[in-house]
């Protein structure tokens, strides 16, 4: 990925417009507090006890609080129960899907001495036959395999490639060792101590299996391939089954409610850990904003709405089927002014990241909604006043945010990192260790307590609570709505099972390359 760049003043007329709106609207309407005030309230020490809470029910639960848990189950409680003595009424939001039943995922070295791989079946992958297919590996001239020439001159029938992660999507390559005769492939990540887990972007496109590893095991299969024959055995095979789920949906009582402002952070981690960064720490720290707003006494002019979505880890699930529901629903999503989207704002290995919607940094794969480089501005505007400094995330849609911006909702949020490899130039910004990961123990059972960095932690919080505060009375910078309104009908919430977004929509680049 390209170096990002810290921005230290806003370079636009409608950010220094959000700027006004942070400090001002709140000193004028609530008795001299302001954003400032209200984030002194979101206090660290607070959200470190959600997160102590989300570490006690995963050691409960097997360790995890994956959707479909008794652990998810209990996460919810404490969030509904936290909720509730601050105030809110709390709403589950059900939600159906085909869920992805694990058969068989093996790579197998057939010599003697013989070894076993861990290995994932990419999403879309096709299924190996009954058995496996046992073929000797073969790799392009180039690792990586990204064009048709890199197989010029390669025997590749009836073989398993095998190729490095980088530079390209996994179909590419996936589609150019099968165009040279392959009969499966193998793509090994390009960052230690990571389990490759990726997506083929569509159903049908490629029609051999396909799998991910860790670097170390790519590489060792790499340099047994350089020293003669290596035969190997791959069996991956999936099915689906239907499963239920929900968010957990509350908002103010206070507000105008044809302008809605709305968080979100994903409940749900991963079943090989705790979750605590990853999403502990964005749960956490809307959460504490949610009971500190819900302990004000004086009115605000916007309804603010929390989600914390399920089964994130398992594909943008729980958000894509809120929002969809919205849609069948006239009017619904016109009254959410801006989506913030909050997911792991406690990285180890930290950078302060908010989501590129300018495209000053990278260009975004998607259309960014108008009004969303506002929201951004709101984010930066606050580190710009208080003089920390931040960089550009890609605009992606890797997280909750992706079925808002999809459906034309302005959106933003912030970002520590996860398996990106952090460079000198964000050390020389935030401090940690360049050429190791934002997130060391991504996804694994070493995101416990201990994985949260707490200085990141707090300036996340804070930036969180400023701009909710700034955003819960005034979003004109945004959609031109300003004041306290005339009263409407409350917004709708999601409900019944959810209708997935085709393939074609789905834009989970940095999983898909």
């Known amino acids: 990925m390209a170096a990002r760049r810290t921005l230290v003043a806003l370079a636009s007329s409608i950010a220094i417009v959000a700027a006004g709106a942070i400090a001002s609207p709140a000193a004028a309407h609530d008795r ?25 029910i995963a050691d409960k639960n097997d360790g995890n609080r994956a959707a479909l848990t008794s652990g998810y189950e209990e996460s919810a409680r404490y969030v509904e129960r936290t909720l509730r003595k601050a105030g809110y009424k709390t ?50 001239t180039d690792p990586l395999g990204c064009t048709a020439d890199t197989w010029s001159g390669v025997v590749a029938t009836g073989k398993i490639a095998l190729v490095s992660r980088g530079a390209c999507p996994f179909a590419d390559k996936a589609l150019n060792a099968e165009a040279a005769g392959a009969i499966g492939v193998v793509i090994y990540n390009n960052v230690p101590d990571v389990q490759l887990f990726g997506t083929l972007g569509a159903e049908g496109l490629v029609t051999v299996p396909v799998a991910g590893v860790r670097q170390a095991d790519g590489q060792a299969l790499a340099t047994a391939l350089a020293a003669g024959v290596v035969n190997v055995t791959l069996d991956v095979s999936s099915h689906t089954e239907v499963a239920e789920s929900f968010n957990v949906i509350a908002e103010t009582k206070q507000g105008r409610d044809d302008n809605v402002v709305m968080l979100g952070a994903h409940l749900d981690g991963v079943e090989e850990g705790p979750g605590i960064n990853d999403n502990g720490t964005g749960s956490a720290a809307i959460l504490e904003t949610a009971v500190q707003l819900g302990k004000s006494h004086t009115p605000h002019h916007n309804t603010v709405r929390f989600a914390w979505w399920g089964a994130e880890e398992l594909g943008l699930i729980g958000s894509t089927a809120y929002v969809e529901e919205l849609a069948t629903q006239e009017g619904e999503l016109d009254r959410i002014a801006t989506y913030l989207n909050y997911d792991m704002v406690g990285s180890p290995n930290y950078i302060i990241g908010v989501y590129d919607a300018d495209e000053s940094t990278y260009p975004a794969p998607v259309d960014v909604p108008e009004g969303s480089v506002a929201t ?16 550009d995330t890609e605009f992606s849609g890797r997280s909750d945010y992706q079925a808002f911006i999809l459906n034309g909702v302005p ?32 996804h694994s059972a070493g995101d416990d307590l201990s994985n949260v960095n707490a200085k990141a932690l707090g300036i996340m919080s804070k930036a969180i609570a400023a701009s909710t505060y700034s955003l819960a009375w005034d979003t004109s910078a945004i959609n031109g ?33």
Do not use: C
Request: charged share 20%; hydrophobic share 35%.
């Open 32 to 56: 001299g507090r302001s954003p400032e005030k209200f984030a002194q309230k979101v206090s660290t020490k607070a959200v470190q006890g959600h997160l102590a809470a989300f570490q006690r």
């Open 91 to 140: 709403e589950r939001d059900p939600f159906t899907f085909d869920r992805e039943i694990i058969d068989t995922e093996t790579l197998t070295e057939n010599s003697p001495g013989s070894a076993a791989y861990t290995v994932d079946q990419m999403e879309f992958s096709p299924n190996a036959p009954v058995g496996g297919i046992t073929a000797d590996l073969v790799a392009p």
């Open 376 to 391: 951004e501005a709101v984010l930066t505007s606050w580190f710009d006043k208080i003089g920390q400094p931040w960089v």
């Open 411 to 442: 959106a933003s949020g912030l970002f520590t990192g996860a398996d990106d490899v952090k460079t000198p130039e964000e050390v020389a910004l935030f401090g940690g260790t360049a050429g190791i990961t934002h997130d060391p123990n991504y």
């Open 481 to 513: 709505v300003s004041g306290p309104g005339k009263g409407h009908p409350h917004p709708g919430h999601g409900h019944g099972p959810g209708k997935h977004l085709a393939p074609e929509d789905r834009v989970l680049l940095e999983r898909a390359s």
